[in-house]
């Protein structure tokens, strides 16, 4: 029988226990008191007993290509080694730390954040080839604005460098492994889907060929890095826009073949995620964050990020939209996880709609064998959340050793998302949800967060 509370290895590095802390946006930046916020945000989850943490997407150039306002860049050696205070901290606990690698590409502030436009008005979004007409259509309409630098085959050689330099770094600093955000529409994703790699050099036009940028990363962090955990998010563009105006995307086999073909290059584990080709709601599943669009205190800020109030407006409703069209569902990601661990031999690690400890023991399967919800073999072997922990830093403690039939084991995250859009605004990441906070604070006035 697996429980969460058994070690598994990833790479040759022993992770104490099956829970991990998925990665999140810390908003933390590069300023002189990143490494503290990083530290405030990371250190509870280790604190509380969490196996594994996951560092949120750190960008590896110092120019371009943040998604979000506050992304962290690790292009520079002298910052990078300064968050061996971090790393240190975390192996105080007994947790292991990886850091997430990542660009944006055509998912960039170059694209959507128009007081970042106005203020970096030559900057370029990388490109794998040139934007999908869908997109286009949308610059065309003023929703958003694409001014992309399509890379040479000679500048794919070079960003995979830097995401081997950036892997250099963060190994000096004490980083236990490396995690490539290889979904949620970043430049991993834009390679490996026939949405946007259009390309007619080594790095596109088969499916193999759009695999080859993973593999050159993968050369270049081993040359750099040796032999230090490695592992990737596997997109299957399963619930993109309806099939009239997406024909061309990744489907569940498609991400079946990438996850098998990723453990014979040589990556030590893989995190399959059910994501759209664009960034929505597919990867933050549930309510519409009618609080956070209300919110007087950021109307100001919103105006600015989405250029004026009818754009604001705009992507509210779409927001909205989409939130029907992504309802929440448990576990989303369980039936992709427990096909792709079918076939490959390495850790499979599945987050995504994980919301209580009875859940997780199915899905690493129960003494019979049998998985949770309704397969015939266990969904995987990590088991991951990622707002759960805006809401409970500490969550580790009420999960770990407490038993599937615990009646304190669910999540007190109501997946309402109102944390997610103030951080268009670079806002941190935590709850603002006033019941779950006072449900939080009785629960820390009984000691449900302290370890026994």
């Not at 259509?137 to 890379?151: A, K, M, T």
């Not at 990723?262 to 080709?277: F, K, M, R």
Request: charged share 25%.
């Amino acid at each position: 029988m697996v429980t969460l509370e058994d070690p598994i290895e990833i790479g040759g590095t022993t992770i104490p226990n099956r829970l991990y802390r998925a990665p999140l946006l810390e908003c933390a930046g590069n300023g002189p008191d990143a490494v503290d916020a990083l530290i405030d945000d990371l250190e509870p989850a280790a604190a509380s007993g969490v196996g594994l943490l996951c560092q949120g997407a750190t960008i590896v150039r110092g120019d371009g290509g943040c998604a979000a306002p506050g992304m962290t860049r690790v292009h520079d050696p002298e910052f990078v080694s300064r968050l061996s205070r971090l790393t240190d901290r975390i192996h105080d606990h007994g947790s292991r730390i990886f850091l997430q690698l990542e660009h944006g590409g055509l998912r960039s502030m170059e694209t959507w954040h128009a007081e970042y436009r106005r203020e970096h008005p030559d900057l370029e979004q990388l490109a794998v080839s040139e934007p999908p007409w869908q997109l286009q259509s949308l610059d065309r309409l003023g929703f958003l604005e694409y001014d992309p630098h399509v890379l040479t085959t000679a500048e794919v050689y070079d960003l995979a460098a830097d995401f081997g330099r950036s892997a250099e770094y963060a190994v000096d600093a004490g980083y236990d492994g490396i995690h490539l955000s290889g979904a949620n529409m970043g430049i991993v994703q834009q390679f490996l889907s026939p949405f946007y790699n259009r390309r007619d050099d080594e790095f596109g036009g088969s499916p193999e060929a759009r695999l080859e940028f993973l593999a050159l990363v993968h050369e270049e962090i081993r040359e750099r890095a040796g032999d230090v955990p490695l592992m990737t998010k596997v997109p299957a563009e399963t619930p993109a826009p309806p099939s009239p105006l997406v024909r061309r995307k990744l489907s569940l086999e498609d991400g079946i073949e990438i996850a098998r073909r990723l453990e014979e290059i040589g990556y030590d584990a893989v995190v399959p995620v059910q994501t759209s080709v664009v960034w929505d709601m597919s990867i933050v599943r549930g309510e519409y964050p009618e609080r956070a669009w209300a919110n007087e205190g950021l109307q100001a800020e919103y105006d600015a990020a989405f250029g004026g109030p009818t754009h604001k407006r705009l992507v509210s409703v779409a927001n909205r939209v989409q939130s029907l069209q992504y309802d929440f569902e448990p576990a989303w990601n369980a039936d992709f996880c427990r096909r792709v661990r079918e076939r490959v031999s390495i850790p499979v690690l599945a987050e995504g709609g994980v919301r209580e400890r009875a859940r997780m023991d199915r899905l690493l399967g129960d003494s019979s064998g049998e998985s949770s919800d309704g397969g015939e073999s266990p969904a995987c072997d990590m088991v991951g959340m990622a707002r759960p922990f805006y809401a409970e830093p500490r969550l580790g403690a009420r999960l770990l050793e407490t038993g599937s039939e615990d009646d304190g084991s669910r999540v007190l995250c109501e997946s309402c998302n109102n944390c997610t859009v103030p951080q268009v605004t670079g806002a941190p990441g935590i709850c603002r949800t006033p019941d779950v906070l006072r449900k939080r604070g009785e629960l820390e006035r009984n000691g449900a967060y302290e370890r026994t």
